[in-house]
């Protein structure tokens, strides 16, 4: 007796979401946007929930993105469909420009759709173009713009099928179908594989469910709910962004540092105090500036009473690798404190050996006033 297959389903209310997240700089002075450019209706957001029985809302910021929905675009490569587009600002430097797609279709067809506009795809200039429209518009909001930091994101939406069904049933009877959508493979997976693509699932209510992978996820939830998915998925992004310019401007000092200490041993006990004693202050600023852009970023989401969205925002780290990432970084601050003391300490060895030097030279000089003294 042979298993028969899944009777095929159809997306009939769906959208798929691309996400491009850019790291433009320490900080962005959302105060000042409205004042920089007043033509467009940037304003202040929060991730919208479902209602709570709670006064408070399940997830806050806090200091919340300012969002700008920004007239739709039409991709002429895809016979002229129209993409929605919506632009974020986050206080910690952070540009989130997301297009969103509507869909109806087979599971095979969506995974066509998003691999064709997966990377540095023709989308992807789109969103360097808005991007260079807005640091036009906005580039006096930021503070210390450095080098661009780039991560994407896709997000598979889907708010209702051509028949009932729940996620119990997509996870029992779909899973080789969802596999392959989020894994962007066209060949059939082993099972090995299809159960690692589909282990970080999550599911709530009957008609809820939401998988994520590295860099695409599949989200079975009603309006509401697919914009708190939403609103993780571009947060998470912006929290991976965020690290890997941690990790790069601790790699850029971490190179100058070794570079100097080895031109300080070729210099003179006098000029290696002072570079000592600079190199200790260079630190000692680094490492204020990568502690409180660490907590700025690490602080900005808040979860109140909701443990399954905290539950899914967990996932969705472990997946992004969040927390390698931060133990990466800790090790090179580590690295980077332990450096600061050698300095630190190289520079007081200096100090004290130019203020022996200087008692000597005093007492030399007090004895030969002396003996020119006695003289006379």
Not at 181 to 202: C, D, V
Not at 306 to 332: H, I, N, V
Request: aromatic letters at 10%; proline letters at 4%.
């Amino acid at each position: 007796m042979t298993n028969q297959a899944p009777p095929a389903i159809q997306i009939t209310d769906g959208r798929l979401h691309f996400y491009y997240i850019f790291d433009v700089c320490d900080s962005i002075s959302l105060a000042r946007v409205r004042y920089h450019d007043p033509n467009n209706d940037y304003r202040a957001t929060i991730i919208e929930t479902l209602p709570q029985s709670g006064p408070l809302p399940a997830l806050q910021f806090a200091r919340p993105p300012l969002m700008c929905m920004v007239p739709g675009i039409k991709l002429d490569w895809l016979d002229g469909v129209t993409a929605d587009r919506r632009i974020k600002l986050y206080d910690y430097g952070t540009v989130a420009i997301r297009y969103t797609l509507p869909f109806a279709g087979t599971f095979e067809q969506a995974r066509v759709l998003a691999l064709s506009l997966k990377g540095h795809s023709p989308l992807y200039q789109v969103a360097l173009r808005d991007l260079a429209d807005v640091t036009e518009h906005l580039g006096a909001t930021f503070v210390r713009p450095h080098d661009t930091i780039f991560e994407d994101y896709i997000t598979i939406e889907v708010s209702a099928f051509d028949t009932p069904v729940t996620a119990d049933r997509l996870l029992a009877e779909y899973r080789d179908e969802i596999a392959s959508l989020i894994s962007l493979e066209q060949q059939p997976l082993s099972r090995m594989e299809r159960e690692e693509t589909t282990k970080s699932a999550f599911t709530y209510a009957e008609c809820e469910l939401a998988i994520f992978t590295w860099d695409v996820a599949f989200v079975f939830d009603d309006t509401e709910g697919g914009a708190v998915v939403d609103g993780l998925v571009e947060f998470a992004n912006t929290q991976l962004a965020e690290l890997r310019t941690y990790d790069s401007l601790l790699d850029r000092y971490l190179d100058e540092i070794y570079k100097a200490k080895s031109e300080g041993m070729r210099k003179n006990w006098w000029q290696g105090g002072k570079t000592a004693e600079r190199q200790a202050e260079t630190l000692r600023l680094l490492l204020v500036d990568v502690q409180e852009l660490s907590d700025k970023a690490h602080n900005a989401l808040k979860f109140v009473g909701d443990a399954y969205y905290a539950r899914l925002y967990r996932g969705l780290a472990q997946r992004l690798a969040l927390g390698d990432w931060q133990k990466q970084l800790e090790s090179k601050l580590q690295s980077v404190q332990e450096i600061y003391r050698f300095y630190h300490d190289q520079a007081e060895h200096g100090r004290a050996e130019f203020l022996e030097v200087l008692v000597i030279i005093l007492i030399s000089v007090e004895i030969l006033m002396s003996v020119l003294h006695f003289l006379h």
